[in-house]
């Protein structure tokens, strides 16, 4: 602060000398300007005269020779004096005292260029006599010497008002030259002042540059341990902005430091599950003690683990991605699940078994009465095939059915219509409408009986979520050697958030029933015989699953269905 008061004392005096040159400079110009003004009145005045001569000189040659060429320099010489006489009005206009003499000029002027106009009017009537008479009355030499007298006066005090004015251009110019000394001075001291100055800066700058440089080591190498570090690790200010963030913590949030710096830390998690992030870095900040949670960011799609330490500046975040140890333990919860399904599923087949033979026979025995009408023969030989399906599952349940099952050539169709027959008293009590669109007829190669249990599983959940009332299709397409079969309802379809959940085991979007293994299942038979299942929502609401298996073959032309 002490450096820089001279300076300024020493720039304000500067500005003044300035502004007081200035001022000189100015009166110096305005006193040039009045010289300049008076010099010009003063040419003209001599002007005036020499072309007032110019115009007599004229008068008197065509007064002598009658010779009319005399005529064009009078003429000439009268408008040069009318022009120079309205640049002396111009010019004197300013000046009560010096416009009232040049109007006294002008009356002299006016007689003395009457006087020359009449001669000639004489002369060129031919009355030489008259114009003689008028000039020999040395009337016209009286103006001439009175013109001459008063333009005599007017430029005498031209003169003297401009040495006037010549007096105080010197004096102006003397004090320009003094004010100039001045401020020259005044500018050197400013100089010398300013380069003490900038010497001191330029070692505080030094000093500062290098503590900015044991700064940058110390962040460089701050720096390198952190982008080292596996753990993601993001710094905030008190207004919880992003002030730094690793390479770690960058790879984690998918996101480049541009979009991360500068930022608010609850615009990069706005979707937090339940805002347990944003309270608790606030616990943690308010308490001022350490916090840590675990919480899934459906943004990243990940578990992230968060350590928060609260600090004066701020607070400091590690996130450590934990989405494998939760899936492993999820994966470890659905395997324990899976072992005590299938021991109780074991379980089951082995209590179930005995009555399913028992019920076998009594089909048996009943296909064979008589009186049973051919509807009531259909249903039993579906109940029986039926039975079939379920003593095979029950033995491949435990272990007594160990052979694959030979595959066998087949109708799609045929095969559609079975399980369409199977369910039409649930098809009746939700009063859904049945389309069937087969294309062509498929045939297939694979096993009936597992094929059977995909549509079927399929044709469940299409029951389940179709509302009363409402409609399922049923379209059936080949393209090369791969069949088509699509399940479309008019249900409320699937969410996007749960389309690549849908078929994993005990994931079910059914409140009251469902165990969530129908798709798992269905997936799995159709993958075992080189096949797909897809899943899409459908554009007027419903949902789509679409069944793809190898080995079909068309063994007649087309064929379409509409059921009920």
Known sequence: MKTYLPIAAVFIAVILSGVLSFHELTVLRN????????????????????????????????LYTSNPEYLQPYNDSRSAVDSTFYRLAELTKGEPRQRDELADIRVLLDKKLNEMNETITYQKSGDTAKARALVETNAGFEMMNQLRSAVGKLNTEQSLSLRDQQTKVRRSAVWLMLSLA??????????????????????????????????????????????????????????????????AARSLLGRSEARLIGRKIWDIFPDADGNKFPAQLREAVATGRESVFENFYPQLSKWLEVHAYPAAGGVSIFLLDVSLRKQSETALRRAEQLAVTGRFAATVAHEINNPLEAVTNLIYLASRDSAASGSVLKYLDLADKELERVAHMTKQTLGFYREPVAPTHFSLAELLDELLTLFDGRFKSKGLGVARDYEASVQLTAVRGEIRQIFANLLVNAIDASPHNGELRIHVAIGGD????????????????????????????????????????????AAKHGGEIQVSRVDTGGACFEVRLPGATVSEGLSVQVGQ
Do not use: C
């Not at 080292?228 to 710094?235: C, K, L, Y």
């Not at 389309?499 to 997936?523: C, H, M, Q, Y």
């Open 482 to 525: 791969i069949a088509s079969v699509q399940f479309i309802d008019n249900g409320p379809g699937v969410p996007e958030q749960d389309l690549e959940k849908i078929f994993e085991p005990f994931f079910t979007t059914k409140k009251d029933v469902g165990t969530g293994l129908g798709l798992w299942v269905a997936r799995d038979l």
């Open 31 to 62: 006193d040039n300007a009045v010289v300049s003004h008076s010099y010009e009145i003063q040419q003209q005045l001599v002007s005036l005269l020499s072309e007032l001569k110019d115009t007599e000189a004229g008068q008197r040659g065509y």
């Open 182 to 247: 001045f401020t020259s001075l005044l500018v050197l001291v400013l100089l010398a002042l300013l380069s003490r100055a900038l010497a001191v800066a330029m070692r505080a700058r030094n000093a500062e540059r290098i503590l900015k440089d044991d700064l940058q080591r110390s962040y460089e190498s701050l720096n390198q341990i952190l982008k080292s570090v596996a753990a993601g690790f993001i710094v905030l200010d008190r207004d919880a902005t992003v002030t730094y963030i690793n390479e």
